[in-house]
C-alpha cells in the first residue's frame, strides 16, 4: 500500500532522533487536536545552523515518520534555509502522495519546526 | 436489562407491526453505492453513524422533485409551487407519525441536528435563561450540545454541569438528584453516544428533570435512524435529529418541540417565510412551524427525507433495531480476538449499533488507512466528542457503525482486516 511505503513503516518503527537534547537552543511543542497527534521538537543551534534535533511525542505513522524524516534531513542546515522550508520540502522526503485530510499529520512536524526556528510562541 | 427496550415504544402500540428478520440481501440490491469498488475491493460502509447511504427510492425522490416538480414553496399560486408546497408539507407529515408528534406543525426543518440544538440554545435559551441558571449536560455530548451551551454562558453568565460518565462508558447517575438542582433550567443529553454506543435511559432521566422543574433536550441523532423512537412516549420538550444519518439527504434535519414551548421562543433567523407581515416599523412571526423557517427552505432535502422515511417505516424500526443489535453483539464478540484492541462502552445489551475501540499497535488514523485499502470504510479521529475521549485519556479511537445494510460477512472482514493492521505495525 502506498501511503504504508516500507521506508515511512521503518521510520515509524524505528524513529531517527527520538528523544531528547541535554541543552537544545530551540523546544517547540505543537499539536493537532483533530487527531491527537502531538510533537515536541528540539534543536541545538550553533553558528546558525542545527547542530542537533530531537523529538519526542505520539501520533500516526504518517506524522512519525514525517518527523523522523525530517530531523535526518536538517543536521547542519542554516537557519535561514529551513525558513524557507514548505509543504513540499516535506512531501518530497515522505515520497508518497499524501490526501487532503492526513496532511495535516504530515505537515505537523514542519509546523513545529518552521514555529521554532522563526522563534513564535507557543499557543499554550 | 437493557435500557434500550424500556424506552422504545410499549408493544402494546397497535401501530407496531410484529417485528421481522430483515431481508438484507434486498435490501443491499436498493443502495446503488454498495455496488461500489473502492480500491479495487466491495466497498465495506461501516461508518453510518457519521451519514448513512441512500437508497434508490430516496434519490429517485430528489431527481423526481426537481425533473417534474421544482418550484418555491408557499408562494407562487400556481400548479408547480403548490405541488411542491404539498410534497414539502407531506414530507413534514411523515416524518411527524413516524416520531409519534402531537402534530407536524411541531416538526421545525433545520439544516441538521447541530442546527437544531442551536434553535433552542440561541431562541429558547436567550428567550428563558438569565445569570445564574443552570443547564445540565453530560459527557458523552456530541460538540453540538456543549458548544452552543458554553456560548450562551459566555454570553449569559449561565453555569454549565456535567454528568460524568463511567469507565465502561455509561452515565453516572448515583449524584444525579445533586446535579438536578432548582436552579438546573434545562438537562441535555444524548439517546445514544455516537462513541461509547450507550443508550441512555430516556424515561427516568426525563422524569428527573421534570421533577426539578427543568426542560429536556434530546439529541436523537443516533437514535431516530436505528430504533422506534416515540417523541410523546419519552415525554422529552425537545428532541433534535438529522435526516441524512437515516437515508435522507443532507442539508435537512428536525427540531421537535412541545407546540406551547415553540409558541412562546421567539424566532432563530429573520427573513422571508417566517413572516405573517413586515412594515418599516417592525414585524409579526408567521405561526408554526414556518416561525422557525427563514428564507427558501431544502425542499428536495425534506422531500428526500419524507421519502426515507417512507422505505425505514417499510423495513420497521422494530426489525431494524433489532438487526443491529446482533450485528453489534457479534461484532462485540469477534474484535476482542484481534491482539491488543479495546473496545470503548458498555457491553452489548446497552448500546446501539456502533463500537469505537482503540489498537495498541496502531493510530486510529492508521487503521482507518489501511482499512480503506481493504475496502472498508470506517471513521477515525475524536468523532466531535474530544471530552469524551479525554475523560478516557485517548486522543482519538477508530469506530465502526452498522445500519440495516451491513452484514455479519462484513464484521469478519472487519475482524480481518484489522488483523493485518496489527501485523503492519508490530514491531
Not at chain 1, 34 to 46: A, R, V
Amino acid at each position: 500500500m502506498d501511503l504504508y511505503a516500507e521506508e515511512i513503516l521503518d521510520h515509524y518503527k524505528h524513529p531517527r532522533h527520538f528523544g531528547h537534547l541535554d541543552d537544545p537552543s530551540l523546544v517547540y511543542h505543537d499539536r493537532n487536536p483533530l487527531c491527537g497527534d502531538e510533537i515536541t521538537l528540539e534543536l541545538k543551534i550553533e553558528d546558525g545552523k542545527v547542530a542537533d534535533v530531537a523529538f519526542t511525542g505520539h501520533g500516526c505513522a504518517i506524522s512519525r515518520a514525517a518527523a523522523s524524516m525530517m530531523s535526518e534531513e536538517i543536521v547542519g542546515k542554516s537557519l535561514d534555509e529551513l525558513k524557507g522550508w514548505d509543504k513540499e520540502s516535506i512531501m518530497d522526503l515522505l515520497g508518497i502522495e499524501v490526501g487532503p485530510v492526513r496532511i495535516k499529520c504530515a505537515l505537523l512536524p514542519l509546523k513545529a519546526m518552521k514555529a521554532a526556528v522563526w522563534g513564535l510562541a507557543e499557543d499554550e | 436489562m437493557s435500557h434500550s427496550e424500556s424506552h422504545t415504544p410499549d408493544s402494546g402500540d397497535t401501530k407496531c407491526a410484529p417485528t421481522r428478520a430483515l431481508d438484507v440481501e434486498t435490501i443491499r440490491a436498493e443502495f446503488p453505492i454498495l455496488q461500489r469498488r473502492i480500491h479495487g475491493l466491495p466497498l465495506v460502509y461501516l461508518d453510518n453513524a457519521a451519514t448513512s447511504q441512500k437508497p434508490r427510492s430516496v434519490i429517485d425522490a430528489l431527481t423526481r422533485y426537481y425533473e417534474q416538480t421544482n418550484a418555491n414553496v408557499h408562494r407562487g399560486v400556481h400548479t408547480l409551487s403548490e405541488e411542491a408546497t404539498a410534497q414539502y408539507e407531506g414530507a413534514r407529515a411523515k416524518v411527524s407519525t413516524f416520531i409519534n408528534a402531537t402534530c407536524p406543525k411541531e416538526v421545525i426543518w433545520t439544516r441538521n441536528a447541530s442546527e437544531a440544538l442551536n434553535v433552542v440554545a440561541y431562541s429558547w435559551g436567550r428567550a428563558n435563561l438569565k445569570r445564574g441558571d443552570h443547564v445540565l449536560l453530560t459527557e458523552m455530548e456530541h460538540h453540538s450540545n456543549i458548544v452552543p451551551w458554553q456560548i450562551l454562558a459566555a454570553e449569559r453568565g449561565i453555569e454549565l454541569d456535567f454528568v460524568r460518565v463511567a469507565d465502561d462508558g455509561t452515565l453516572m447517575l448515583d449524584n444525579l438528584n445533586k446535579l438536578l438542582t432548582s436552579r438546573t433550567r434545562l438537562f441535555g443529553f444524548t439517546y445514544m453516544s455516537n462513541v461509547v454506543g450507550t443508550i441512555n435511559p430516556v424515561k427516568e432521566l426525563t422524569l428527573a428533570a421534570h421533577k426539578v422543574g427543568a426542560l429536556v433536550l434530546l439529541d436523537a441523532c443516533q437514535a431516530v435512524p436505528h430504533m422506534p423512537v416515540d417523541a410523546q412516549a419519552l415525554d422529552v420538550d425537545f428532541l433534535a435529529f438529522s435526516g441524512h444519518k437515516m437515508l435522507g439527504p443532507t442539508g435537512i434535519g428536525v427540531l421537535w418541540g412541545r407546540r406551547e414551548l415553540l409558541n412562546a421562543m421567539p424566532p432563530f433567523m429573520g427573513g422571508g417565510d417566517m413572516i405573517r407581515e413586515v412594515h418599516l416599523s417592525g414585524f409579526k412571526s408567521s405561526e408554526l412551524p414556518w416561525k422557525f423557517e427563514a428564507g427558501t427552505p431544502a425542499i428536495a432535502q425534506a422531500i428526500g427525507l419524507g421519502a426515507a422515511v417512507d422505505y425505514l417505516s417499510q423495513v420497521g424500526m422494530d426489525a431494524i433495531h433489532q438487526a443491529e443489535r446482533e450485528l453489534t453483539a457479534y461484532a462485540l464478540q469477534r474484535l476482542p480476538e484481534v491482539k491488543g484492541l479495546r473496545i470503548l462502552g458498555p457491553s452489548a445489551d446497552k448500546r446501539g449499533g456502533l463500537v469505537a475501540f482503540t489498537l495498541e499497535a496502531a493510530h486510529p488514523h492508521d487503521i482507518a488507512a489501511v482499512l480503506d485499502n481493504l475496502g472498508i470504510a470506517i471513521r477515525a479521529g475524536h468523532h466531535c466528542a474530544q471530552p469524551l475521549h479525554e475523560r478516557f485519556n485517548i486522543p482519538a479511537s477508530a469506530r465502526a457503525s452498522f445500519y440495516l445494510y451491513n452484514t455479519r460477512e462484513e464484521v469478519d472482514l472487519l475482524v480481518k482486516g484489522l488483523h493485518k493492521v496489527v501485523e503492519m505495525f508490530t514491531f
